[in-house]
């Protein structure tokens, strides 16, 4: 039966659940709504709460009567709301509200809830020295579109780089894009239709939640184990619901920090194989890792495997730039999807990336990044042990921590009351399409050193105790 609201009656419940429909267009203007009796006997509701409903709307305008017909939605265009698609999120385990409140925090606020490193720990002397190389180059560099495919020195180098894991790919296998995200969104216009279905792992980036329902897909999900999503699961998921894609990260897994296993990684490809599935797998943190962990691309060759990768994490999030490895012939028509969207590529910021990663100190400034990293990995978690929070695991490498709150806390509840001393927090169910990561909150190392953060969690603990 149709659950009430949180504060209202069952005629809101239908009126929300309509305006849902309306507003991720799977009702658009001129559509029929259900019939009255229908609706009624699908939502589990009396018919006269649905009248009501119906009655309300029509008032507002939303829809329509047509007289001996039925109701239909009103014919004025309503905007895109992406927050509406999909299960209805409390705010605080809303993924474009966690996204929000870190890239809007100011300067005194604490992010151990972001997924990026602290601008003082970024390579910034091989940045200002590119900038000042960039300055004194010539026109088509700083004024001129970049080529559909991106800057070829680039490429040549990202091909030797993934070389290094195993990937073999020429530099015309390898299209450049903005940002790892937008490297997404184009194979998501690329490989799908609305209302296909996409598997991703649970817990995985929650932005691969917000992105996915900005096209309009179907998203399921296979829990994650700590050498990779579990087969048995990830093989019902399958057969069940004939995923289109899944998107995974294989290196370093955001938010466990956990490494896909090679065994596990043949039972993916095999299964991947008999259902023709295709893989995105995003490898955006790559440059952290200690010791390479095995790559889907590697063992499949980039046939149905893609692979993504972006210099955020690394380099910079404000010089815009990722890319996307795929079979040959798919490139074309990725190419002819970054004309008609962004038409030419950020040439400048290609240009800076690649004098970053050709400036010797680039190699030495990760090594010192990893090690700085490992040191607050340990540091950090024997804070949070020593609060009574548990490691999912303690990962090999990377910046994030996926912790057990003690005492059945809740995480949403944890980050609403650490909100207010200008912390934020990532609650485990932003990250959970099931929902069931209600007592982890992931930790970014490197963000969470200052002893407020451990203060705000001390708090939240006490209130519960
Ligand atoms: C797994 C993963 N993929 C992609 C991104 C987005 O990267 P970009 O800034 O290149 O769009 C992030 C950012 O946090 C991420 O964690």
Redesign the pocket.
Known sequence: MLDKTKNGTRIAAVIATIRQRIAGRSLTAGDKLPSIRAFARALQVSTSTVVEAYDRLAAEGVIQARAGSGFYVASQAVPLALSEIGPKLDRAVDPFWVSRQSLDAGGDDLKPGC??LPPSWMPDDGIRRALRTLSRTDGPSLADYGTPLGLPPLRQLIARRMGDHGIDASPDQIMLTE????A?DLLCRFLLEPGDTVMVDDPC?F?FHALLRAHRARIVSVAYTPTGPDIEQFAKALQEHRPRLYIT?SAIH?PTGAMLSPVTAHRVLKLAEQAGLTIIE?D??ADFEHVPAPRLAAFDGLDRVVHIG?F??TLS?SA?C?FIAARPDWIEGLIDLKIATTFGGGRLTAELVLNVLRDGSYRKHMEGLRHRLSRAMAEVNARLKNLGLVPWIEPQAGLFLWSRLPDDLDSADVARQALADNIVLAPGNVFSLSQSASSFLRFNVSQSQDERVFAALRKAIARKR
Request: net charge positive; no cysteine.
């Open positions: 997924g990026w940002s790892g995200t937008q997404l980036y932005n990260n955001n995003d955006i943190f972006s955020s994490k999030a815009r990722g």
